[in-house]
Structures are given as structure tokens and as C-alpha cells.
């Protein structure tokens, strides 16, 4: 046949069989197969290991979290930022220097007659010379959080080597206000009853204070026995406390009221010595009243360095009304000292119906007068009778006050 299809495929690179790969291309090419395995491997793991920190970072919170004393420490420095931005802010508010006025410095008042001769009070806002913000401050802060009754108000104390004693606060504040009792308000009859004698028999304290009602005012001996624990123990259970100072009674010393009394004879330093000793016992107290005192409330030169120092505190004196020669009315109305003083001693006798006539004669007078102050001391029998007359007089209308509402008060 003439075509091509039928010649041998001489030229046309017929397949040549049985060929053979070299020994040395064989081991090229495991080698190269090794090393790629291997070599992909250890990037593999290099690989892995590169998000750890990241992965560690993100989940460090967790653990802290799970963590008891991780966590208390988060609090601390929670706690100490916001110290650190309140310190901050107050610097700042102080380098500001806003200027501060008294709460009752923003009007003008006036007083007027009419047509009729009445009063009118005219209030006007006020000028102030400079003009932009200032911050206006209560004149008298009254009251305290129950919470804290039994705790010094920083604001009204200086330490001094007898104690924390009251002082006037840096705008007017005083212990006369803070530490008041608070009441209604209203118009109507009201009595004060001031139980003294606290802290001198433990047992006559402790049923004093599980008995009497807590508007019964109650004053603590300033020569008693663990006068700051009962002090506390009566603030918590809402009672207006008074301090009681021992003062020279007119048969002294055949009639001794006790430690620490303050004498005719003793120079001015040395009964301010004693006065302070006295008033650094406790604390929270609205004013100081005398234990005896007869001779000494009635002379002059031995009682005014007394009330002259009680006018720098800010508390006021509460006059037993045993002695009709005492002068501390008109030292208190000279010095601006709020004063009060007692109507009636309830317990002259230790007779339940005695005190219980007394009682009834101190509620006449309050309904004669609006007010009255009745004063007794902590023994049982007085204790149970005034108990159970204050809790009848409020079915009455009498309203129990303490004895801080009734005192007469040259800043009121």
C-alpha cells in the first residue's frame, strides 16, 4: 500500500521499555520529601504558638474575677480612684475659691406698720457686692442622722487633754441644734421631764433606759461609771442627753455632790480645769445642768468665768430650779447662752403618789403657761411613775418634749 500508515514508526519516538531512575535521583528526591515534611511541621508549631499571649490576655479577667483576693484588690483600687478623683475635685473647688455666705444673708428684711398698726415683714432679695456664684451655708444645722446619734459630730468638738469638748463650728454650728431632739412643731401643751443622776448606780441606769420613754430628756453625772457606754446606749434609743456638773451647795462640805465639784474658793482656773475635766466625759450632749450648786450659782464671781466659757461652746445650761438666789437666767440672757429652767422637782419625796401629784401639778402648768419642766432623779420608783404618766398625758394632748424645745434661745 502506498500510503504511510503502513510504515514502521521508526521516527515517530517509539517508547523505549524498561527505563530506570539512577540511584543518586532516588535519594534527591526522599530527602527533599524529609526535609519539606519536617520543615512544615516545625512552621506548623511555630505558628501555634504566636495567639498564646493574645489568647492568655483576653481570658486574664476571668481568672481574676474567680480569684477571692484578686478581687478585694480590684476593689481597693477601685476605691482609691475615686478617693483620688474626690481629692481632686475639692482641690479644685478650693482653687476656685467660690466664695461662701451665711444661708441667711440673701434678703433684706423690714418691718413695717400698716393702716392699722399691725406688723408687716417685707423680704427683698438682697445686692451682693461682687457679682458671680458663691455657695450659700445653713445658718444653724439642725439635727443628726439617727444612724450616728451616738457618735461625735466632728463639725462642734476640739480635743483638748480633757476630751473631745463642744465647740462652736467653723459656720455657726452648734450642740445646742445637732444634738436636739427633734419635735412636731405644733402649738399645744408641752412638758420637758429631765431624769438626772445617770451613770452613778448601773442598775438604776440600765432600767432608766429600758423604762422611760425616749422623749424623756436624760442627764448623765459627769462623776458617774461608764458614762460613754450609757451615753451611746441613749442616743441610739433616741433620748436628748444632758451633762450634770456638781457646784457648791450652800452647807458644803457637810454636803458633799461628789468629785470634781466646782467651789466658791477655787480660783477661775482651776473650776474651768474641773468644768473641762467634767465635760470631756461624753460627748452629744445639748447643754450642762447643775447637780446642787446653791452657793455657787449665786455668787457671781465664782459663775461668770463658768458661763462666760459655756458661750463659746454653743450648748446651753439648764438651771435645776432648787436654788431661787441662782443668777445663771441673767448670765445666760447677757452672754446669748440658751437657757431653761426647771418648774417642779417631781421626786422630792420617794412616794409613787407623791410623784404622781407632782406629775399632775406639771401638767397644770403646762396647760396654764403652754409649757413646763418637771426634773426628777433615776430611782426606780420615779422612773416607773413617770413612765406610765407620760404614756396616759399623750392620751391627753400633752405633747413630751425634750428639753431643748422649751429652752430660751437668744439665737432662735
Request: charged share 25%; no cysteine; proline share 7%.
Amino acid at each position: 500500500m502506498g500510503t504511510d500508515i503502513h510504515q514502521p514508526l521508526r521516527g515517530r519516538g517509539t517508547p523505549k521499555a524498561g527505563r530506570k531512575a539512577s540511584p543518586l535521583g532516588r535519594i534527591l528526591v526522599s530527602t527533599a520529601v524529609i526535609l519539606l515534611v519536617v520543615g512544615g511541621a516545625g512552621w506548623v508549631a511555630w505558628l501555634s504558638r504566636v495567639p498564646e499571649p493574645v489568647e492568655i490576655a483576653a481570658t486574664a479577667p476571668e481568672a481574676a474575677a474567680s480569684s477571692p483576693v484578686a478581687a478585694d484588690q480590684a476593689i481597693i483600687a477601685d476605691e482609691a480612684r475615686d478617693e483620688s478623683i474626690l481629692a481632686e475635685s475639692e482641690e479644685t473647688l478650693a482653687s476656685e475659691a467660690v466664695p461662701r455666705l451665711p444661708g441667711d444673708s440673701g434678703a433684706e428684711v423690714s418691718t413695717v406698720l400698716d393702716e392699722n398698726g399691725n406688723e408687716i415683714t417685707k423680704i427683698a432679695p438682697g445686692t451682693r457686692s461682687t457679682p458671680g456664684a458663691v455657695i450659700l451655708t445653713p445658718p444653724n444645722r439642725t439635727g443628726q442622722d439617727p444612724r450616728l446619734a451616738h457618735l461625735p459630730d466632728p463639725a462642734i468638738i476640739e480635743e483638748t487633754a480633757y476630751g473631745a469638748l463642744p465647740v462652736r463650728g467653723a459656720n455657726g454650728e452648734r450642740a445646742f441644734d445637732i444634738y436636739a431632739r427633734p419635735w412636731s412643731g405644733a402649738r399645744g401643751t408641752r412638758v420637758a421631764i429631765i431624769v438626772g443622776g445617770l451613770g452613778i448606780s448601773q442598775t438604776g441606769t440600765q432600767h432608766a433606759l429600758r423604762s422611760l420613754p425616749e422623749e424623756t430628756t436624760l442627764a448623765f453625772a459627769s462623776n458617774g461609771n461608764s458614762l460613754k457606754r450609757w451615753m451611746q446606749e441613749a442616743r441610739r434609743r433616741g433620748h436628748e442627753i444632758l451633762l450634770q456638773v456638781p457646784f457648791e451647795p450652800f452647807d458644803y462640805p457637810a454636803v458633799d455632790p461628789g468629785r470634781g465639784t466646782l467651789t466658791v474658793n477655787a480660783d477661775a482656773r482651776e473650776n474651768l480645769k474641773r468644768l473641762h475635766e467634767a465635760m470631756g466625759q461624753i460627748t452629744n450632749y445639748t447643754g450642762i445642768t447643775n447637780f446642787m450648786g446653791g452657793r455657787f450659782l449665786s455668787t457671781p464671781d465664782a459663775l461668770e468665768p463658768v458661763m462666760r466659757d459655756l458661750s463659746k461652746r454653743g450648748i446651753m445650761f439648764v438651771d435645776d430650779g432648787t436654788s431661787a438666789r441662782s443668777l445663771t437666767d441673767k448670765f445666760a440672757k447677757a452672754l446669748a447662752i440658751p437657757f431653761a429652767a426647771s418648774d417642779i422637782v417631781l421626786d422630792a419625796t420617794q412616794e409613787r403618789g407623791d410623784i404622781l401629784a407632782r406629775l399632775d401639778d406639771l401638767e397644770r402648768t403646762a396647760r396654764r403657761n403652754g409649757q413646763a419642766i418637771g426634773i426628777a432623779s433615776a430611782f426606780e420608783v420615779s422612773v416607773d411613775a413617770i413612765a406610765t404618766w407620760a404614756n396616759e398625758a399623750k392620751g391627753r394632748g400633752i405633747e413630751i418634749v425634750a428639753v431643748s424645745a422649751l429652752a430660751d434661745d437668744p439665737e432662735r
